[in-house]
């Protein structure tokens, strides 16, 4: 299996942009995350759905974000308007749930908000 | 809510010696999952081990143990004859059975010298 897949890996945008982060997480798993690292606040939850339903979404920072999975094989986060604030790498994540508790790191999109 | 210090931001060890990376949590829980990831420069988060809470035994996975001591909430790690590809930040997870989330630590930067 290719891993969990994410698209960008690089992203620099102007502030009041939409950005659109992509994941394609491993066959058969049924889990998903998002996490967002920074610096000042480390690796943050930001989402995590199971069998491509929302379960958690208390660490979506404000409205400007969103999530979405409208299939087994493929998920979206969005930021609109994009501030500068939201600069950071952005992990995809992806697991059998109830199965060994493991999950399986995408690369993560960095991205740049001037 | 769950929540997991790593106390040490910072550490070095010389090649082939033997370092110890604390982790502490606390949970209400009796049932979870205890990890430590590395994220080497290249960003990729891979996990390094693997502890369950109702195991007595402590994990090991070839030079890398722990010390699980469920008592005192206390979960290290210890790598053994340290080599230059071990430099990388080190992150301590808790994973409740209940919720499937994996909740990180700030992380422990690891500098192996020649």
């Known amino acids: 299996d290719a891993g969990v897949i994410q698209s960008p890996r690089h992203e620099v945008t102007e502030m009041g942009q939409e950005v659109t982060l992509r994941c394609k997480p491993i066959s058969g798993h049924n889990s998903l995350f998002w996490y967002r690292q920074t610096m000042m606040r480390g690796l943050e939850l930001l989402i995590y759905f199971n069998n491509n339903v929302p379960i958690d979404d208390s660490g979506m920072p404000e409205d400007r974000f969103s999530a979405k999975m409208p299939n087994a094989s493929f998920s979206t986060l969005k930021i609109q308007p994009s501030e500068p604030r939201d600069s950071a790498v952005y992990f995809c994540?992806?697991?059998?749930?109830?199965?060994?508790?493991?999950?399986?790191f995408g690369e993560g999109s960095r991205l740049t908000v001037l | 809510a769950q929540t997991v210090t790593q106390s040490q931001p910072e550490m070095s060890v010389q090649e082939a010696e033997t370092v110890t990376l604390s982790c502490t949590y606390d949970?209400?829980?009796?049932?979870?999952?205890l990890f430590w990831y590395k994220q080497p420069p290249s960003r990729q988060m891979i996990l390094v081990i693997r502890q369950e809470a109702y195991k007595q035994q402590n994990a090991t996975e070839n030079r890398f143990s722990v010390n699980f001591q469920k008592a005192a909430k206390s979960f290290s790690l210890k790598i053994s004859d340290s080599q230059l590809g071990d430099t990388a930040m080190y992150f301590c997870?808790?994973?409740?059975?209940?919720?499937?989330?994996?909740?990180f630590g700030t992380g422990t930067r690891l500098q192996v010298f020649p």
């Open positions: 994540a992806s697991s059998e749930a109830g199965v060994t508790g493991e999950l399986f």
């Open positions: 949970t209400s829980e009796n049932n979870y999952y």
């Open positions: 997870a808790f994973m409740s059975l209940n919720t499937d989330k994996l909740i």
